[in-house]
Structure formats: structure tokens, C-alpha cells
């Protein structure tokens, strides 16, 4: 076969995270072991998928395994499986670079942590680098490959030494599956012989014990001599050797179903470990949950709630949520159907014992065992989320809050159970959660509403104009920082019966207006939105400014300032919401307008005034200018007057 063999370059941060793992920031080498076994049994549980819709595809080869043959003298490493090898595409997509849809937010976390160099392996971790991580304890990695259905003998060659650049050649492979060769680093004194088969073992045990096929090295074992081989005295007692060393093939995993298992019986070492392995997340899960249903729907799950949000939880191509078995038999990963999206960050497996092997995706959307299942592993995740305590469970929500309060506009049977789950920052309350419930709990006793506000930054909601005469009455304000909330508070009008109302829309119905004060304003009003036309449908008193001039508020249905930002940076055109300008009757500056105005309407200081007073309003929610140049040379004219 004519064998063109290519060069191409890793990408700038493909070769950047390799640059750190080379360099092992992460300490313990050993996982690389770890993580090719899990890339074989994944590759094998995919060929394994595919030979129940494509009989025949297997051929000859049906019987899965993952080989491995460390060589001492050659100083090499190597890995094989029989699953479902890779195309030249395959290999150029998945191999050659970080296709982790993640990529962008690890490489910009891992700026941040410069300087915080211990952070990294915690990153890299979170991140988890899969393949690459062999480079840990590699010079060179070649990896053969072919894919299951392809010609026979049409195979793909990748090499690299992770400095820059890889090699992909066409080349000849006898049977299916991908067969990977790490040419081992010159040993130091303290690293540990990756050709030691008691190291590999010790490994295997450790990390991939219930990987669902035989993991089987060649070892040397002692074999007993047949009688006649043994040499002995005149007793008949041997003085000889009575065994001899030969070669044979070990399996060297249990192969133990986890989920399958009396929880009793498993460790909690066990229990993590194969939350990595499902996960490819490098660090310990948060909290797992293994249960067992018996009765009309029988089924084993083991789920876990990860410690990190994963760099990819908001991106649409994030994948490995729950596996799908049935009676230990991997039928898919990522079963969306078993798991409502606003739990996305859960990880496991369901093992259903009456599920049809060959059950496609869109029958399980249908599928009443599923819906079934479904709904008894939410009610279990509600109950664990309402059990843990509350320092446990305010570090979940830091780091899958905003995920689960999808939940509360997207599925409107667990709408008032996620309502008693959702935790918000206040402006009593900066930096702890505070649950609707303690809200509810420290209303005063003249407040009805429940009042929030939303917004991207917390430092600008907890300061906004529109809170001054909450504060001042002591009403507790919720700061809702996430996009999501816009959706939440949609759906969610009242808790408790109590409503649930933004601090700046509508009226606040605080105190009653001053209404003889309110008409003797009303020309100014009147004059001020003439020259405000086109920007605001209303100048009007305001019910919840104390010490700022002006504010901007919307009615009860507009869509908030927030949303417009949203909508807007998502690239839709929401329709221009007008909305309305509110002055402070009670400010010196406004009364002043007002004597100012009633001296001499034609004074042109009056328009530069109106203006000024919403462009005050526009900055102190956090807005952007229409004309930040004119803002500008206004207020350093009033300065300069002021100043005399
Ligand atoms: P992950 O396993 O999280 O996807 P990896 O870096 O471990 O990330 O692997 C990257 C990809 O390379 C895998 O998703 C898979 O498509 C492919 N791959 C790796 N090892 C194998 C293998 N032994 N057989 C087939 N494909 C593999
Ligand atoms: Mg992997």
C-alpha cells in the first residue's frame, strides 16, 4: 500500500494543555491507565451498540477484550480493544485535537489561574484530558486504528511526541479496534515501572475494576511440574523445583457491576472510582445516591452529583449524563430521557432489566418504563437535595443553582418543589444563599410582596436607585444575577402566597403619593418628556427613589431592562420597550427644575437638564449611553459652575 504520511500542528491550546500535563502538574501519573481502559470500553460499548442494529458487523471478533502488554525491555506500553476503532476523519476530529466543546472556558480559566499554579491540576481535572494524559508518562504515543465495517486491513497510523506536531499515515491492521503504543519516559528514582506487572495490576484493581470487559495481560505465573518432572530422594520428597514460571493470560478486573451490587457490599473507594470512569471527571463526586426498585418497575440506578460544574454544562453538544443498561448491558449513553435537562449535571447509570436491547431514541421518549423511571429518580434527587445540610447543599448551588431553576419555567409539576430549592443573594444578605422560605419568614409585617430585582452584576443591583425606599422600609430585596431568573420569575408570580414583584416595574405601592405635590409637578412632567419624546413613554413621580434624582421603571408587563440586554446579546431584536422616567419630587435638584422652569420655560438650560436627568437614570442601573460625549461635557460644565 503507497503510505503518504501527513504532519499537521496542534492547535495552540491542544498543544498548551499538553504542555502542562508533559511537564505533570498533575501528580498522580498513574490515571492514564485509567483513562485509555475507559476510551477502550467506551469504543467497545459502542461497536457493541452498533452490532444490535448492524448484525454481522462484529464478524469473527465478538468477543470483547481489552489487552494489555507492558514490555520491560523495549521500556513500552500497550494498549488494545476490539471495539470501534476510528476512520482517518475519526482520527483527525477526535484525536488531533480537544473537540471538548469546553475548550474556550478551560483555556480562559486556566489564564485566571495564573499565578495560582496548585489550581491547575484541579482544572485539568475538571477538564479532563482524557488521551492526552498518556503523554504523562509517554515520550511517544503511536496509535493504530481501524473502524469497525471498514475494509479490511485499511487502518490509521497517529504518532506523536506532543512537541508541536503529529504524524497520520494510512497504514495495515488485522482486525478491528484501536491498538495504542506509548514508547515509556526514562524512569526517575521515585516513578513507579508501568512494566511491572504487579504496578498494572495494583492499577487496574484500583481504577477499572468494574469495567464491564475483561481487562487480560500476559503474566508469568508459577505452574505446579508434572510429577514426573520432579526430581526427589529416595523418600519420594522432592529437592527439586515443583513449579515452573510459564506465560498465560490474566483477566485481571472483576468486572463487577457497581450498580448491580448490594450497596453494603461496595467501598466508598469504589463507589468514586467509577463515578470517574462514567464522569471523566477527575475529581470526586459531590454526593451519590444508589438505589434499587423493585415491584412492577424493576431497576438499579446509581447516580452522582458531581463537586464541579463541568466547563461544558451550557453548551447544547455537552454529553456522558446517564448511561442506560439493561440487565448489565450497555444499551447508550447520555440518555436524555431519563433525566429532565434542569438535572443535566447529574451523572450514572440505570440499569432496567425489561428494556428491549434494541430500543431506539425516540421510542424511549414514549417509552412508559422510562417516563416511569424517570419520575421516581427525580422525586430520589429531590429528597437528597432536601436532605443535605445546608453548607453542602449551598456549595451544589453555587455550582448547579442556575441549571436547576430552569426547571421551575420548564416542568410545571416540579415547578413548587424547585421553588422551595432556589437560593438567592439579598441586599440583607450579600454573600449567603437565601432560601424563599427564610424570605418569606422575615417579611415585615406591612410588606406583601416579595421584591426582586434582576441583573447581571450583583455590585449594581445591590446599589441600583431602585431599591432606596425598599431599604428604607426595611424590605429584604432578592438580587437575581443569572439569565435564567428572567424565566423564573415569569413562571413563578407568587410563594407562599405571597407575589413575587421586580422592584422596578409598575408601582410599588409603598406609601401613597403626595397628590396635590404631583399635580403642582405635573407641567414640569409634562415639558420634561416633550424633550424626551422618542426615548420614554412617561415622566411620572417616583414611589421608590429616596436620594437619587431619577430612575427609569418599567409597567407591570414590560419586559425588564435585563431581558431587552439578554434577548438582545443573543442576537434577537425584542421590540423597543419604551419605558418610563421617574423623578425624585422630594430632591433639591428637581424642586430647583421646578423653579427654574416656572421662571422662564424658554431658559435653554431646561432641555440640557432633561437630558442630563435621564442620562443619570440610564447610568446608575448600569446602562450605556446614547451620547456618553455630551453627558460627559455637561457634567464638567456644572462642575466648573459649581466650582465658580
Ligand atoms: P473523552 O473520552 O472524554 O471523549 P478522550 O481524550 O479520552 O476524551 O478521547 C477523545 C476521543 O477519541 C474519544 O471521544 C473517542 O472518540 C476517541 N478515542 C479515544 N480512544 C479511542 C479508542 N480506543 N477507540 C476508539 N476511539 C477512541
Ligand atoms: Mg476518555
Known amino acids: 500500500m503507497e503510505a503518504k504520511q501527513e504532519t499537521h500542528q496542534f492547535k495552540t491550546e491542544v498543544q498548551q494543555i499538553l504542555n502542562l500535563i508533559i511537564n505533570s502538574l498533575y501528580s498522580n501519573q498513574d490515571i492514564f491507565l485509567r483513562e485509555l481502559i475507559s476510551n477502550a470500553s467506551d469504543a467497545i460499548d459502542k461497536v457493541r451498540y452498533k452490532a444490535e442494529i448492524e448484525p454481522g458487523i462484529l464478524g469473527e471478533d465478538s468477543e470483547f477484550k481489552i489487552q494489555l502488554k507492558p514490555d520491560a525491555i523495549k521500556q513500552t506500553f500497550e494498549i488494545s480493544d476490539n471495539g470501534i476503532g476510528m476512520?482517518?476523519?475519526?482520527?483527525?476530529?477526535?484525536?488531533?485535537?480537544?473537540?471538548?466543546?469546553?475548550?474556550?472556558?478551560?483555556?480562559?480559566?486556566?489564564?485566571?489561574?495564573?499565578?495560582?499554579?496548585?489550581?491547575?491540576?484541579?482544572?485539568?481535572?475538571?477538564?479532563?484530558?482524557?488521551?492526552?494524559?498518556?503523554?504523562?508518562?509517554?515520550?511517544?504515543?503511536?496509535?493504530?486504528?481501524?473502524?469497525?465495517?471498514?475494509?479490511?486491513?485499511?487502518?490509521?497510523?497517529?504518532?506523536?511526541?506532543?512537541?508541536?506536531?503529529?504524524?497520520?499515515?494510512?497504514?495495515?491492521k488485522a482486525n478491528r479496534g484501536t491498538t495504542i503504543t506509548l514508547a515509556l519516559k526514562k524512569k526517575e528514582k521515585d516513578d513507579k515501572d508501568y512494566t511491572d506487572q504487579w504496578t498494572v495490576r495494583g492499577i487496574v484493581k484500583q481504577h477499572s475494576d468494574f469495567v464491564g470487559y475483561p481487562i487480560a495481560m500476559e503474566v508469568e505465573r508459577d505452574e505446579p511440574l508434572p510429577d514426573e518432572e520432579v526430581i526427589k530422594d529416595k523418600d519420594g520428597k522432592p529437592i527439586g523445583a515443583t513449579t515452573r514460571k510459564v506465560m498465560g493470560e490474566e483477566t485481571l478486573n472483576s468486572m463487577k457491576a457497581i450498580w448491580a451490587r448490594n450497596s453494603n457490599d461496595v467501598k466508598d473507594e469504589e463507589y468514586e472510582e467509577f463515578y470517574k470512569h462514567l464522569s471523566h471527571d477527575w475529581n470526586p463526586p459531590m454526593e451519590r445516591l444508589h438505589l434499587k426498585f423493585e415491584g412492577t418497575t424493576e431497576y438499579d440506578a446509581l447516580l452522582y452529583i458531581p463537586s464541579k460544574a463541568p466547563f461544558d454544562l451550557f453548551t447544547p453538544e455537552r454529553r456522558h449524563g446517564i448511561h442506560l443498561y439493561s440487565k448489565r448491558v450497555f444499551i447508550m449513553d447520555d440518555c436524555k430521557e431519563l433525566m429532565p435537562e434542569y438535572f443535566r449535571f447529574v451523572k450514572g447509570v440505570v440499569d432496567a432489566s425489561d428494556l428491549n436491547l434494541n430500543v431506539s431514541r425516540e421510542i424511549l421518549q414514549q417509552d412508559r418504563l422510562v417516563l416511569n423511571i424517570r419520575k421516581n429518580l427525580v422525586k430520589k434527587l429531590f429528597d437528597l437535595l432536601d436532605k443535605m445540610d445546608v453548607e453542602k447543599y449551598n456549595?451544589?448551588?453555587?455550582?448547579?443553582?442556575?441549571?436547576?431553576?430552569?426547571?421551575?419555567?420548564?416542568?410545571?409539576?416540579?415547578?413548587?418543589?424547585?421553588?422551595?430549592?432556589?437560593?438567592?443573594?439579598?441586599?440583607?444578605?450579600?454573600?449567603?444563599?437565601?432560601?424563599?422560605?427564610?424570605?418569606?419568614?422575615?417579611?415585615?409585617?406591612?410588606?406583601?410582596?416579595?421584591?426582586?430585582?434582576?441583573?447581571?452584576?450583583?455590585?449594581?443591583?445591590?446599589?441600583?436607585?431602585?431599591?432606596?425606599?425598599?431599604?428604607?422600609?426595611?424590605?429584604?430585596?432578592?438580587?437575581?444575577?443569572?439569565?435564567?431568573?428572567?424565566?423564573?420569575?415569569?413562571?413563578?408570580?407568587?410563594?407562599?402566597?405571597?407575589?413575587?414583584?421586580?422592584?422596578?416595574?409598575?408601582?410599588?405601592?409603598?406609601?401613597?403619593?403626595?397628590?396635590?405635590?404631583?399635580?403642582?409637578?405635573?407641567?414640569?412632567?409634562?415639558?420634561?418628556?416633550?424633550?424626551?419624546?422618542?426615548?420614554?413613554?412617561?415622566?411620572?413621580?417616583?414611589?421608590?427613589?429616596?436620594?437619587?434624582?431619577?430612575?427609569?421603571?418599567?409597567?407591570?408587563?414590560?419586559?425588564?431592562?435585563?431581558?431587552?440586554?439578554?434577548?438582545?446579546?443573543?442576537?434577537?431584536?425584542?421590540?423597543?420597550?419604551?419605558?418610563?422616567?421617574?423623578?425624585?419630587?422630594?430632591?433639591?435638584?428637581?424642586?430647583?427644575?421646578?423653579?427654574?422652569?416656572?421662571?422662564?420655560?424658554?431658559?435653554?438650560?431646561?432641555?440640557?437638564?432633561?437630558?442630563?436627568?435621564?442620562?443619570?437614570?440610564?447610568?446608575?442601573?448600569?446602562?450605556?449611553?446614547?451620547?456618553?460625549?455630551?453627558?460627559s461635557k455637561m457634567v464638567g460644565d456644572l462642575m466648573s459652575r459649581a466650582m465658580g
Not at 496548585?118 to 498518556?134: C, D, K, N, R, W
Open 87 to 172: 476512520t482517518y476523519e475519526e482520527v483527525m476530529e477526535n484525536i488531533g485535537t480537544i473537540a471538548k466543546s469546553g475548550t474556550a472556558s478551560f483555556m480562559e480559566a486556566l489564564e485566571h489561574a495564573k499565578g495560582h499554579e496548585t489550581l491547575i491540576p484541579e482544572l485539568i481535572g475538571q477538564f479532563g484530558v482524557g488521551f492526552y494524559s498518556a503523554f504523562m508518562v509517554a515520550d511517544k504515543i503511536t496509535l493504530v486504528t481501524r473502524s469497525a465495517g471498514v475494509d479490511v486491513n485499511k487502518a490509521v497510523k497517529w504518532v506523536s511526541a506532543g512537541d508541536g506536531s503529529y504524524t497520520v499515515e494510512e497504514t495495515e
Open 395 to 631: 456549595q451544589l448551588y453555587d455550582e448547579f443553582g442556575a441549571v436547576l431553576k430552569e426547571g421551575i419555567h420548564t416542568d410545571p409539576d416540579s415547578k413548587d418543589k424547585i421553588a422551595t430549592l432556589i437560593r438567592y443573594k439579598t441586599t440583607k444578605s450579600e454573600d449567603s444563599w437565601v432560601s424563599l422560605d427564610e424570605y418569606v419568614k422575615n417579611m415585615k409585617a406591612d410588606q406583601k410582596d416579595i421584591f426582586y430585582i434582576t441583573g447581571d452584576k450583583l455590585s449594581a443591583l445591590i446599589n441600583s436607585p431602585h431599591l432606596e425606599r425598599l431599604k428604607e422600609k426595611d424590605f429584604e430585596v432578592l438580587l437575581m444575577t443569572d439569565p435564567v431568573d428572567e424565566w423564573v420569575v415569569q413562571s413563578l408570580t407568587e410563594y407562599d402566597g405571597k407575589p413575587l414583584k421586580s422592584a422596578e416595574k409598575g408601582d410599588l405601592d409603598l406609601d401613597a403619593v403626595d397628590e396635590t405635590k404631583k399635580e403642582a409637578y405635573n407641567a414640569l412632567f409634562g415639558f420634561i418628556k416633550g424633550h424626551l419624546e422618542n426615548k420614554i413613554k412617561e415622566v411620572k413621580p417616583s414611589s421608590r427613589l429616596k436620594d437619587s434624582v431619577s430612575c427609569l421603571s418599567g409597567d407591570t408587563w414590560d419586559m425588564s431592562a435585563y431581558m431587552e440586554k439578554l434577548l438582545k446579546a443573543s442576537g434577537q431584536k425584542p421590540n423597543e420597550v419604551k419605558r418610563v422616567l421617574e423623578l425624585n419630587m422630594d430632591h433639591p435638584v428637581v424642586e430647583k427644575i421646578k423653579t427654574l422652569f416656572e421662571n422662564d420655560r424658554d431658559n435653554p438650560e431646561l432641555k440640557d437638564f432633561s437630558h442630563l436627568l435621564f442620562d443619570m437614570a440610564v447610568v446608575s442601573e448600569g446602562g450605556k449611553l446614547d451620547n456618553p460625549a455630551r453627558f
